[in-house]
């Protein structure tokens, strides 16, 4: 599932590398899926931890 959702966020991004990108990415693809998506709270809270996996263990960095 994760994968989906890193996936899906460098989709939205127009296949940037994670790397180049930071909080603001993540919020506006946030936004994106609460707003546009209308997705659940419990599938936000996946695709959010998914976003901080990638950047915490695969990137090596960190966002608020």
Same mark, same amino acid.
Not at 6 to 31: C, Q, T, W
């Given at each position: 599932?994760?994968?989906?959702?890193?996936?899906?966020?460098?989709? #939205?991004? !127009?296949?940037?590398?994670? *790397?180049?990108?930071? !909080?603001?990415?993540?919020?506006?693809?946030?936004?994106?899926?609460? +707003? /546009?998506? !209308?997705?659940?709270?419990?599938?936000? *809270?996946?695709? +959010?931890?998914? +976003?901080? #996996?990638?950047? /915490?263990?695969?990137?090596?960095?960190?966002?608020?």
């Amino acid at each position: 599932m994760y994968l989906r959702w890193i996936a899906s966020y460098i989709h #939205f991004h !127009d296949k940037r590398h994670p *790397a180049s990108m930071g !909080d603001n990415e993540v919020e506006r693809y946030l936004e994106y899926l609460v +707003l /546009k998506q !209308d997705v659940a709270t419990r599938t936000q *809270a996946t695709a +959010l931890n998914s +976003l901080s #996996f990638l950047y /915490k263990h695969i990137i090596k960095k960190s966002f608020r």
